[in-house]
């Protein structure tokens, strides 16, 4: 006639024991405004550099010179995009991609006047996710949350980071 009454209690107390833990939204980063001069530049560099490219036969290296800055001038002229971070006790969500525990190695939550949560992965891609948390009540929530479940371990961002930055990225 169907299940057990024990069974059904069993898995609906399981879906029910899962932590909703804390969430919040944050953009990709500060949006920085560049003059039209400033896009001329860069076309006007990578135009060279590819010209340059070709007259000494690396018609490739031209290629690969153009896409890569012109691709770098996409991605400073859009605006930041909006991610919805969640920390739970299965992992750390950032728009539907899930990154379990047992893939991460630390974290550590810097408070100072932006504060940040830094998280080394396993990964090869994403070895550091540098996630900004918003205000300092929510920092130490997520510090006093995390320490259950990772090792805290203090970090300082990569040098690519703060190249992201200076760019605007």
């Given at each position: 006639m169907g299940y057990p009454v024990s069974v059904f209690l069993c898995v609906y107390n399981r879906s029910m024991a899962e932590d909703s833990g804390i969430s919040w939204r944050v953009d990709t980063h500060e949006h920085q405004e560049y003059s039209n001069d400033w896009y001329w530049g860069l076309g006007l560099i990578a135009a060279a550099g590819a010209g340059l490219a070709v007259f000494f036969g690396n018609a490739l290296f031209a290629v690969i010179?153009?896409?890569?800055?012109?691709?770098?001038?996409?991605?400073?002229?859009?605006?930041?995009?909006?991610?919805?971070?969640?920390?739970?006790?299965?992992?750390?969500?950032?728009?539907?991609?899930?990154?379990?525990?047992?893939?991460?190695?630390?974290?550590?939550?810097?408070?100072?006047?932006?504060?940040?949560?830094?998280?080394?992965?396993?990964?090869?891609?994403?070895?550091?996710?540098?996630?900004?948390?918003?205000?300092?009540n929510r920092a130490r929530?997520?510090?006093?949350?995390?320490?259950?479940?990772?090792?805290?371990?203090e970090q300082e961002p990569h040098l690519g980071h703060h190249v992201a930055q200076m760019f605007g990225l």
């Open positions: 010179l153009l896409l890569g800055l012109g691709s770098f001038g996409v991605l400073i002229a859009r605006g930041p995009r909006e991610h919805e971070v969640r920390v739970t006790s299965r992992g750390l969500h950032m728009d539907g991609t899930l990154y379990r525990w047992s893939g991460v190695d630390s974290f550590w939550v810097e408070e100072n006047r932006e504060p940040h949560l830094l998280v080394t992965t396993q990964g090869i891609l994403h070895p550091q996710l540098i996630i900004p948390i918003g205000d300092i929530n997520v510090r006093e949350y995390l320490r259950r479940i990772v090792k805290e371990e």
